[in-house]
């Protein structure tokens, strides 16, 4: 300690006296501190950070290691220039250009960092079964996108350039692209809708308005995407499907229940009818067990007794497959157990003119 303050005033005076060999001592000074700060980031922290549960603190710690010491290095420079005071305007543009630096590196570094957090938080999500992830992506966007705005002002702003023209344009080009882009602005705004009210999710089964029937693969800001049972895509505008009706055969329950109805002839045994269609249910492996299937004779018909066969399919996925399984199955099991199902007929009776007479 008394060799510091014994040679820090002579190190002071003689800085004062050569304002350049001040700034280098100055950027040296930096250097070293950025080199001691890598160091303890390095050595220490990262041992730290690996012995904590928060797995995501690596991560970070990884994005944020060189921009911190870049950041001394760049502080160091504009500490110095400062320090030697050039003839204007190089004081200016010199501090201007390495603060722009600082700008552009913590930027970067910041999205990357929104990036990482919103990428391990969708997946701990979809690992654990949650809902939302669409959310989560879209508050990631709009924290970058206002990083970015911020960024960009902050750079007019050390280059002394005036924003308020720039404001004021901007209204008046946000106006105009209003107005031009209608559709598009309510389609995100839909889309947004959409996200928010969660009506479906991806992965579920809808059936549209028009009678369109998919899975829903993609939620988007513009449209939303489903693929239909025969492997086609379609694209609905956000605008469109958030003023139609939209049946979501996953929610609340992924299941989806099949409604199988058969008439048998009339003086069948309906103990027997019952049986076999519950029967045909509970062999079917793609049949749930909880709810368990039912019968409902339903009503007496014109020329037939009307049965409805009543059970749940895992997904709404299952659903053709299941109906076309049963219906094989009753049809053949009837069959061999002389069970009717009747028909239409027409007797149709042809009058001889030659009898009447």
């Given at each position: 300690?008394e060799?510091?303050?014994?040679?820090l005033?002579?190190?002071?005076?003689?800085?004062?006296?050569?304002?350049v060999?001040?700034g280098?001592?100055?950027?040296?000074?930096f250097?070293?501190?950025?080199?001691l700060?890598?160091?303890?980031?390095?050595r220490?922290?990262?041992?730290?950070?690996?012995?904590?549960k928060?797995?995501?603190?690596?991560?970070?710690?990884?994005v944020?290691?060189?921009?911190?010491?870049?950041?001394i290095?760049?502080?160091?420079?504009?500490?110095?220039?400062?320090?030697?005071s050039?003839?204007?305007?190089?004081p200016f543009?010199?501090?201007?250009?390495?603060?722009?630096?600082?700008?552009?590196?913590w930027?970067?570094?910041?999205?990357?960092?929104?990036?990482?957090?919103v990428?391990?938080?969708?997946?701990?999500?979809?690992?654990?079964?949650?809902?939302?992830t669409?959310?989560?992506?879209?508050?990631?966007?709009?924290?970058?996108?206002?990083?970015?705005v911020?960024g960009?002002?902050?750079?007019?702003?050390?280059?002394?350039?005036n924003?308020?023209p720039?404001?004021?344009?901007?209204?008046?080009?946000?106006?105009?692209?209003?107005?031009?882009a209608?559709?598009?602005?309510?389609?995100f705004?839909g889309g947004?809708?959409?996200?928010?009210?969660?009506?479906?999710?991806?992965?579920?089964?809808?059936?549209?308005?028009?009678?369109?029937?998919?899975?829903?693969v993609?939620?988007?800001?513009r449209?939303?995407?489903?693929?239909?049972?025969?492997?086609v895509?379609?694209s609905?505008?956000?605008?469109?499907?958030?003023?139609?009706?939209?049946?979501?055969?996953?929610?609340?329950e992924?299941?989806?229940?099949?409604?199988?109805?058969?008439g048998?002839?009339?003086g069948s045994?309906?103990?027997?009818?019952?049986?076999?269609?519950?029967?045909?249910?509970?062999?079917?492996?793609?049949?749930s067990?909880?709810?368990?299937?039912?019968?409902?004779?339903?009503?007496?018909?014109?020329?037939?007794?009307?049965?409805?066969?009543?059970?749940?399919?895992?997904?709404?996925?299952?659903?053709g497959?299941?109906?076309?399984?049963?219906n094989?199955?009753?049809?053949?099991?009837?069959?061999?157990?002389?069970?009717?199902i009747?028909?239409?007929?027409?007797?149709?009776?042809?009058?001889?003119?030659?009898?009447e007479?």
């Amino acid at each position: 300690m008394e060799v510091i303050h014994k040679w820090l005033p002579q190190v002071w005076a003689f800085m004062n006296e050569s304002k350049v060999i001040g700034g280098i001592i100055i950027v040296v000074g930096f250097a070293i501190l950025a080199w001691l700060v890598d160091l303890i980031l390095d050595r220490v922290l990262t041992a730290l950070v690996r012995k904590s549960k928060f797995h995501l603190d690596d991560a970070i710690l990884a994005v944020l290691h060189r921009p911190i010491w870049l950041s001394i290095v760049l502080v160091g420079a504009i500490t110095a220039i400062q320090w030697i005071s050039p003839r204007p305007p190089y004081p200016f543009m010199l501090t201007a250009v390495l603060k722009s630096l600082l700008v552009l590196i913590w930027a970067f570094a910041i999205n990357r960092v929104v990036l990482r957090i919103v990428e391990d938080w969708i997946a701990h999500w979809r690992a654990s079964g949650r809902y939302g992830t669409e959310m989560i992506g879209l508050g990631g966007s709009i924290v970058r996108l206002v990083v970015l705005v911020g960024g960009i002002f902050l750079f007019l702003s050390l280059w002394k350039i005036n924003i308020t023209p720039l404001l004021a344009s901007a209204g008046i080009a946000g106006v105009a692209v209003a107005l031009a882009a209608k559709e598009t602005l309510s389609n995100f705004f839909g889309g947004i809708t959409v996200l928010l009210d969660q009506p479906y999710r991806v992965g579920d089964y809808i059936i549209l308005d028009s009678g369109e029937r998919g899975e829903v693969v993609e939620i988007g800001l513009r449209s939303t995407r489903i693929v239909t049972r025969d492997d086609v895509q379609i694209s609905i505008p956000n605008s469109v499907i958030t003023n139609t009706k939209v049946t979501n055969e996953s929610a609340p329950e992924p299941r989806f229940r099949v409604r199988i109805k058969v008439g048998v002839a009339y003086g069948s045994d309906v103990d027997q009818v019952e049986e076999i269609l519950l029967s045909v249910a509970r062999n079917n492996p793609q049949v749930s067990t909880k709810p368990e299937p039912r019968v409902r004779f339903r009503v007496f018909g014109d020329s037939s007794l009307n049965f409805e066969l009543l059970c749940w399919a895992h997904r709404p996925h299952d659903k053709g497959r299941i109906i076309h399984q049963l219906n094989r199955e009753i049809y053949k099991v009837f069959g061999l157990e002389g069970v009717v199902i009747p028909f239409p007929q027409r007797d149709v009776y042809i009058h001889s003119q030659d009898a009447e007479r």
